[in-house]
Structure formats: structure tokens, C-alpha cells
């Protein structure tokens, strides 16, 4: 199995920046980042979960998605050493708001990654992110 957990939310003002941090450990763990694809997905209060962001190899090629709610803002990125998943915030709005999740997809489509949170089969347990003044 495969587990993920998320952190690094916080309270931060509007235009502020922060970082958010997946880790992932368990008995698949050598096929997180080599195999699967990995998401980042937000669901704000009375709001359905969304994806915002995913990253997969598919050959010799790294495959990066975004939303467009998020394209220029944030980046998502890995560490293969330290088996873990990155997305950087920055210029956060209040709609930005949510709770914020990672999640791995273990069947990934040929070629880049998808946000159809459907596909995902492990998920963390999330994180806050307010953006308040």
C-alpha cells in the first residue's frame, strides 16, 4: 500500500506564497514517483474537490498539468531521493481557499497525467490553506 501525507498549509495573506509537501512511505513506495502519477487536488467549503495539478514520467520525459485557475502561479515538483511531491503557491488568492490533498494514481494514462481525481487510488488526508488578510 501507499501511504500520503500532506503539509505545509497555513494562514497566509492575499499575494503571499507557500509550499506545500506530499510524503509518501508504505510497501509501494519504489513505485511512487517512478510509476505513478501524482496529484494535487483542493476542495474549498461547499465546493467539489478539484484538481489543480499533476506530474508523471512517461519515458525520458517529465509531464506537468495545471488548471487554469493555477497555471502561473503554482508549480508542482519532485524529489526522487526523498520520495516526495512539491507544489509551490504563490500570488495566492482568497478563492485559493481549500483544503489541499495529494494523491497518486496508480494506472496512469500513456503519456501526460491526468486531473480526473476518479483515476487516483491513494489519497492523504489533506491540508489547510486559508488566504486571508
Known amino acids: 500500500q501507499l501511504q500520503l501525507v500532506e503539509s505545509g498549509g497555513d494562514l497566509v495573506q492575499p499575494g503571499g506564497s507557500l509550499r506545500l509537501s506530499c510524503a509518501a512511505s508504505g510497501s509501494l513506495l519504489d513505485y511512487f514517483l517512478d510509476y505513478y502519477a501524482i496529484g494535487w487536488f483542493r476542495q474549498a467549503p461547499g465546493k467539489e474537490r478539484e484538481g489543480i495539478s499533476c506530474?508523471?514520467?512517461?519515458?525520458?520525459?517529465?509531464?506537468?498539468v495545471y488548471a487554469d485557475s493555477v497555471k502561473g502561479r503554482f508549480t508542482i515538483s519532485r524529489d526522487k531521493v526523498k520520495k516526495m511531491v512539491y507544489l509551490q503557491m504563490d500570488s495566492l488568492k482568497p478563492e485559493d481557499t481549500a483544503v489541499y490533498f495529494c494523491a497518486a494514481d496508480s494506472t496512469p494514462p500513456p503519456g501526460i497525467c491526468s486531473l480526473d481525481q476518479g483515476r487516483y487510488r491513494f489519497w492523504g488526508q489533506g491540508t489547510q490553506v486559508t488566504v486571508s488578510s
Open positions: 506530474i508523471n514520467y512517461s519515458g525520458s520525459r517529465t509531464n506537468y
